[in-house]
């Protein structure tokens, strides 16, 4: 009859703790995931390319909210702002930090389209007080100096890499290989900025 006081205890503990946790946001089993649409070219799990006035690749961070025993949870309200190499990249008016509930399924989707910079982007993603970490991808823009517009600076950084092997001017992630194929691309975004 003692040895069953202590697992008693346990089960209670265990119920009580689960009526605590039941229906609160949690780490462990909620996902936060960024992928590219692949309008580039590139390799949409791990590259993108994106420009200023958002008329390259666009970037969706996927968010699943659950509780810690794998219910999903809907009407959650849920931050979303990109988290590494801040410096190195220009977000227009209301890209860089983005709110939103979660649907029937628990999932919200926040897109960036409308930035500039090259660098590797995550995102960091807040709900109810935890917090979700989302993978990284690399990022490459004709906006090659970060200022939300592509100019003169940006087509100089260009000719600068032409030839040579560079990540951030591979719009086609053809390897690093910087060549006419990505001329054209610069070409046509030159004179782009963020949308009016
Ligand atoms: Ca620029
Ligand atoms: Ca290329």
Redesign the pocket.
């Known amino acids: 009859m003692k040895a069953r006081i202590p697992a008693l205890t346990l089960i209670l503990i265990f119920m009580v703790a689960g009526a605590v946790t039941a229906g609160v946001p949690c780490a462990g089993t909620s996902d936060a995931d960024c992928f590219g649409d692949g309008a580039s070219g590139c390799n949409p799990s791990t590259n993108a390319c994106v420009c ?1 006035s958002g008329d390259v690749d666009v970037i969706q961070v996927s968010v699943t909210i659950r509780d810690c025993y794998a219910n999903v949870l809907p009407g959650r309200t849920v931050d979303c702002y990109p988290t590494y190499n801040l410096d190195d990249f ?1 977000f227009c008016p209301g890209v860089e930090y983005q709110q939103g509930t979660t649907d029937t399924f628990g999932q919200v989707c926040f897109f960036y389209d409308c930035f ?1 910079g090259c660098a590797y982007i995550g995102f960091t993603v807040e709900c109810e007080g935890i917090q979700l970490i989302s993978n990284q991808m690399w990022v490459g823009s ?10 003169i ?2 087509f100089a950084m260009f000719a600068s890499a032409y030839g040579g092997p560079d990540d951030c001017c591979d719009y086609d992630c053809s390897g690093g290989n910087i060549n006419l194929t990505d001329f054209a691309i610069f070409a046509a975004h030159y004179g782009h900025g963020c949308p009016e």
């Open positions: 200023p220009c500039g004709p906006d090659l100096d970060a200022t939300c517009f592509v100019g600076e940006d």
